[in-house]
């Protein structure tokens, strides 16, 4: 007998697949879960079912082939070129990118000013924590409707009219239409620009993860700020240059009745704009705060036992750390943020509840519209889920 068969034969048998067994927890979890799903399956087809039923017999009409008739109304602001005649789905997407303007901007703003807020709640200046203190319990403490309400009011109220609009140097002008700005007029170099911010973006993050490393292995501190921006602005400037350095300007004028020309900001955009990022800041420096408190008082002894600053030290030792306390609550600001939009309605910005109340009003289609509704908004949360949770999944501790 050859050696591999002896070794062969001391093995042992493979073990048989065993059959399903009720006793197998696993195995009542499968069937459990299937018959969830069906349960669930069968209440959304009775539902839809006796929906239609009921609109057929009282003369209702559904279905979806409205998004392709004529919209047959206007819509105040949009960044997408859009008329009464074009159709109820472009309509609709037009309100989708406004209220994605207004939600993705937000986010930014929110970021910034809750992270700066809840480090203040850590200054050694009294003052400087006082002032943060005071501003999450006033800003969260008022519903956030009223603060849109409130901002509106105020532009409003106490914006001059078009015909005293204040402007800067003839460049900017503020009235109660809003704020109204140069844009430069949309060409290649625009464009290469573009390409290169996006270039100049990846290679400061490529960068800045290099230094972080480099400073998890030496504990020397490599300057990151200075070389990201000189990366961004060089990126940028070499794809301005060779799009043939554009230096065409769309500016706005002054007539008897509006400012035309430019890019305009209205007063309801601004209204909400500022109004969510105010309430939804408050939550986010409370949240910065829990996160940075989490972290052991023996981290920043250590950094200061390393000669980093107090400032070196939150940026490059606390705040990594606080990154796994403070990502979970913070994606659920922004699924707040996003979703509390809606009521831009409120003040009259033409965000997708908006464009889905005058399509509703117009072709009766309510299941129709709602649900097109429900389902971005959906959309866009679980995006944002998605998104957080892999950025979670990078700030998590990685077990060795």
């Known amino acids: 007998m050859s050696e591999y068969s002896l070794i062969s034969s001391r093995l042992a048998p493979l073990a048989r697949r065993r059959a399903f067994s009720w006793r197998s927890p696993r195995a009542r979890a499968v069937v459990y879960q299937v018959l969830a799903i069906g349960f669930i399956a069968f209440l959304v087809w009775l539902?839809?079912?006796?929906?239609?039923?009921?609109?057929?017999a009282r003369g209702i009409q559904s279905g979806f082939d409205f998004l392709a008739q004529p919209a047959g109304f206007d819509i105040g602001e949009g960044w997408l070129n859009y008329d009464s005649n074009n159709s109820y789905w472009k309509a609709f997407l037009v309100g989708l990118v406004n209220t994605l303007r207004v939600a993705l901007?937000?986010?930014?703003?929110?970021?910034?000013?809750?992270?700066?807020?809840?480090i203040g709640r850590f200054s050694r200046n009294a003052l400087v924590r006082g002032l943060c203190y005071g501003y999450v319990e006033l800003f969260r403490n008022i519903p956030v409707l009223l603060q849109l309400l409130m901002w509106y009011l105020l532009f409003a109220e106490y914006l001059p009219n078009i015909?005293?609009?204040?402007h800067l140097g003839k460049l900017i002008y503020v009235s109660k239409n809003g704020i109204s700005y140069p844009v430069p007029v949309w060409q290649l170099g625009q464009t290469l620009t573009l390409c290169g911010l996006v270039a100049g973006s990846v290679a400061s993050f490529i960068y800045t993860r290099q230094a972080r490393r480099h400073f998890d292995n030496t504990g020397h501190v490599r300057p990151t700020f200075w070389v990201s921006l000189a990366l961004i602005s060089g990126a940028s400037l070499a794809g301005w240059l060779l799009g043939g350095a554009p230096s065409e300007w769309n500016i706005p004028h002054l007539t008897e009745t509006q400012v035309e020309g430019g890019g305009a900001l209205s007063p309801e955009y601004l209204a909400v704009l500022i109004g969510l990022v105010l309430y939804t800041s408050a939550y986010v420096a409370e949240v910065v705060r829990s996160g940075v408190a989490?972290?052991?008082?023996g981290q920043h002894e250590a950094s200061a036992s390393l000669g980093l600053s107090r400032n070196q030290s939150m940026r490059l030792v606390v705040l990594p750390q606080a990154l796994r306390v403070i990502i979970p609550p913070l994606t659920s600001q922004y699924l707040n943020l996003t979703k509390n939009s809606s009521l831009a309605v409120a003040v009259g910005y033409p965000d997708l509840v908006s464009i889905a109340n005058t399509s509703l009003n117009q072709t009766g289609r309510a299941v129709e519209c709602i649900a097109i509704v429900m389902l971005i908004y959906l959309m866009t949360s679980l995006a944002t889920s998605g998104l957080m949770n892999w950025l979670?999944?990078?700030?998590?501790?990685k077990e060795r």
């Open 47 to 56: 539902l839809v079912s006796t929906t239609l039923a009921n609109m057929k």
């Open 105 to 118: 901007v937000g986010i930014v703003l929110t970021t910034v000013l809750g992270t700066l807020l809840g």
């Open 163 to 166: 015909d005293q609009a204040l």
């Open 294 to 297: 989490s972290v052991a008082l």
């Open 392 to 397: 979670n999944g990078r700030a998590a501790i």
